[in-house]
């Protein structure tokens, strides 16, 4: 089981550049069955993880150049999120609220899928399509965000907030060892979370074809909440096995240039829960 982000599901960190990573045998401290564990330990006969085998913590990949290191997965993610910041605030300061920048919204989100998927379907990362992505997403985030803030004021801040506020709050569930990420957990989760889409991929035919009013499930009243808060929960979930795929291709040794999937994975996610909690955020907004 892998991780719900398109780049993701499709390879995440393995063997298939001969390296050591992701779907290796599961490392010393961590759950049997975790559902990245295929094959025999790479580090078996590696000191250093002799002595973390006895010590109890996962192995950690001896100094070497050219591996990817936490430093390296914050970087790229800080280039990743900068662009897609800088795309939202350009558009938001450049395109006054019209059918055009709605149109160039739409035409930029679908820009940003197409890149997105190229970039999933790739063996290695090519950080221009997930900068090109990231500038593509951050047009659309800052049209859609102008115009929630038009309608409620504060909202797109707001959302920033609570983006921040789930990002470090499951950073710190996550750190504390109160979740573990096994196969029974990203199983039943993902369970969860392709059925979510299912229903608002009915929901959004309904919709449009006059079935649903109001939008559904996706209505501004207390059940538009209750799946803004069901699809935030799912985020938070995303971001554990993220926060996992990360530590393990640290561990592993992973090559330097694969901090650019750990980054955007991340975006990805981050995307998600903010446009869910921009909906969330004028939901409340709507029935004060």
């Known amino acids: ?23 290796t045998a599961p490392q010393a401290g961590y759950a049997q069955g975790n559902p990245y564990a295929q094959s025999g330990n790479p580090y078996a006969n590696n000191p250093y993880a002799q002595q973390d085998l006895q010590q109890g913590a996962p192995p950690q990949a001896p100094a070497t150049t050219g591996r990817m290191t936490m430093d390296d997965v914050v970087t790229r993610s800080a280039m990743t999120l900068g662009t897609v910041a800088v795309g939202a605030v350009l558009a938001w300061a450049l395109l006054p609220i019209s059918s055009t920048s709605f149109g160039l919204a ?9 890149l997105a998927l190229i970039q999933s379907f790739k063996r290695t990362p090519v950080p221009a399509l997930i900068l090109g ?3 593509f997403e951050g047009v659309f985030l800052g049209v859609i965000s102008e115009m929630y803030n038009s309608q409620w004021s504060g909202a797109p ?43 608002m991929a009915v929901n959004l035919l309904l919709v449009a ?18 799946v803004g808060i069901i699809a935030i929960l799912l985020g938070a979930f995303f971001l554990t096995l993220d926060f996992k795929q990360i530590e393990d291709g640290i561990a ?8 650019w999937l750990a980054a955007f994975g991340l975006t990805l996610t981050l995307v998600w829960i903010y446009v ?10 709507s029935n004060d």
């Not at 609570?162 to 979740?179: E, F, P, S």
């Not at 969330?280 to 907004?285: G, N, P």
């Open 133 to 135: 992505y990231a500038a």
């Open 252 to 259: 592993y040794g992973a090559p330097k240039n694969e901090a």
């Open 157 to 199: 801040f707001q959302a920033v907030l609570g983006t921040m506020a789930v990002t470090a709050a499951t950073l710190l569930v996550y750190k504390a060892g109160w979740i573990r990420v096994t196969a029974r957990y990203a199983r039943i989760g993902m369970s969860i979370a392709i059925a979510f889409v299912l229903v």
């Open 1 to 23: 089981m892998r991780s719900s982000n398109p780049v993701f599901s499709r390879r995440g960190f393995s063997r298939d550049n001969g390296y050591a990573g992701f779907n």
């Open 106 to 114: 739409f035409g930029s989100a679908i820009v940003a899928m197409v």
């Open 209 to 226: 074809f006059g079935v649903a009013d109001n939008g559904g499930l996706r209505s501004f009243g207390p059940l538009g909440a209750i």
């Open 276 to 285: 869910e909690m921009l909906r969330l955020v004028a939901i409340f907004s």
